[in-house]
Structure formats: C-alpha cells, structure tokens
C-alpha cells in the first residue's frame, strides 16, 4: 500500500473542499493524526479512512485503490474510453487502445487492470474476427485472472459474464440461460450494486432468452422484475424494451389485448426517448395487432 499517495490524495481533497486540517479532523482524530496521514508516515485505521472519505465525499475504496494502483486516474481514463468505444459499437478504436496499453507496466503488472484490457480484448475478437472460441476464452480468463478462494465475484467480473451470455445468446441459447441463471446467484450475494443497469440487463436479456424458448410465463416474470428495478431506479433505461418484450410475449401466446397494453406503454417511453425508428416500428406492431 503506498501511504504516501493516499495522504497527497487526501491532502488534494481536503484543499479542494476549502477544509483545514483541524477541520477535517473533528469528530474523526486529532489534526496532529491528520498531517501525519497526509504526510504518508502513517496509514489511518478503517474506520478513520471511512469517516474522512465521508467528510470528502469520496467512496473509502477510492483510497485504497490509489495507494494499490499508481496513476489511478490514468487508468481511470482507459476505462472511460474504452466504455465509450463498447457502447457505440466503435470496435476498431477499442482494439486500438487495448492494444496500446498492453505493454504499460500499469496494465500489464496489475490483474485488475488486465482484466480491462482482456475483456475488451474479447469483445473484438468477437464482434470484429467473429471468432467465438477465442473470445469466450479470453473473456473467461478475464473473469478469473483475479480469482480468490471464496471471494464474491465482483461488478467487473459480472459484466465480463453477462459479455460471455450474450455472445451464447446469439448462438446457444441454453448456454445463455445457464449463465444468466448464474449471473443472478453472483448478483444476488452483493451488497450493493455500483453500476444499477447490471440488474436490468441481467433480468431483460434473461426474458428474452426465455422468449427464444418458448418459455412465455417464466419471460414475463423477469419482464415484471426488470421493470419494477426501473422503477425502482427512476430509470427508463430499458424500460421501453421490456415492455415491448412482455408486449411480443403476449402476441406470441395470442393474448392480443394484453400485447397491445404493453406495447402502447413501450411507445410511450420511445417516445419520450425520441427514438423515431424504434416509435415507427412499434406503431406499425400495435396496427397489425389491432386489424387481426
């Protein structure tokens, strides 16, 4: 643990939120402790690391993971670029920058940044190579490059498995549900979820292998669940899409009405998205709903 970089951290924070040292100290340690922490000549017990993140505002993991990882805010700036180029299908740009980092001791030297490289690493071999083998083997060793005995898998880590589900989607679907049925059990032991989308894709993409299946009921069950977490949220990310997916899973059982209702409502949230193609496309379902 490099002491020196989570006091110059703290340091940089505390002068940023306008705190002295005495300030900062109340109700944690003495201002003495508090220049000591800030000098690195002494790491502060748990406790007193989670009550000064939460006087600077900061997560108490930020700390540990710059005294873990040098130039955190470099690595922090890979992840950033490569979670846009992911998101936009930009997979060229992303191989680019995957290929860039592989050799800089700070991705190379620590598993958890690797673990970045080789999960975007994996996507391109299968989104650009279509070479399926290949990045399930990556991706697979993505996720346990960092393996504890008895450790909870972590967010990055469910995110690397739901990029391997997905691939099985496209290609076994019994595969797929298998690992979404795992992802759950991974999901279900953390805390707390960081990154909420996590469960609504989880539950989405799982009623829409259950659909592939012909497995209508258990489908919307998880349509229920996506759309409750949505709410939960106050997010409509994938709202729209699961309830056109419990819309097309009523169509499919005949259930013309109830397909209309859930249809109408996926509009509704498209439109407020102003995705015009997505609205069209669904008008024109509702329309052929309603004529049969």
């Keep these: 643990m490099d002491f020196a970089a989570v006091g110059k951290k703290i340091k940089e924070l505390r002068k940023n939120s306008g705190l002295s040292q005495e300030e900062l100290s109340q109700g944690i340690c003495t201002q003495a402790q508090i220049s000591k922490i800030e000098k690195g000549l002494v790491f502060p017990y748990a406790s007193t690391l989670y009550q000064i993140s939460q006087k600077l505002g900061v997560d108490v993991n930020y700390f540990f993971d710059i005294g873990t990882t040098p130039r955190l805010d470099y690595v922090q700036e890979v992840f950033e ?37 080789l999960w975007h690493k994996g996507i391109y071999l299968y989104e650009v190579e279509n070479n399926k083998e290949k990045a ?24 690397i498995l739901l990029t391997i589900a997905t691939i099985y989607f496209k290609e076994d679907l019994k595969s797929a549900l298998s690992l979404y049925e795992e992802i759950i059990c991974h999901v279900q032991v953390l805390p707390h979820l960081n990154d909420y989308t996590i469960k609504t894709r989880l539950y989405y993409n799982l009623a829409r292998v259950l659909t592939r299946l012909n497995r209508l009921e258990e489908s919307n069950e998880y349509c229920d669940e996506a759309i409750k977490w949505c709410l939960k949220k106050d997010s409509i990310y994938l709202l729209g899409q699961t309830h056109y997916q ?26 407020i998205q102003q995705d015009g193609e997505t609205v069209k496309f669904i008008k024109g379902k509702i329309d052929q709903i309603a004529n049969q």
């Design 136 to 159: 399930i083997e990556v991706l697979e060793h993505a996720v346990h490059i960092a393996d504890m005995k008895g450790k909870v898998m972590q967010e990055r880590e469910i995110e």
């Design 246 to 271: 419990k819309g097309y899973n009523y169509e499919l059982a005949n259930r013309l009405d109830d397909a209309k209702t859930y249809m109408e409502k996926a509009l509704i949230v498209f439109e």
């Design 81 to 117: 670029q490569l979670q846009i180029m992911r998101r936009s299908h930009k997979f060229s740009e992303m191989i680019d920058i995957v290929r860039a980092e592989e050799s800089n001791p700070l991705f190379s030297q620590n598993k958890k940044n690797l673990q970045l490289l």
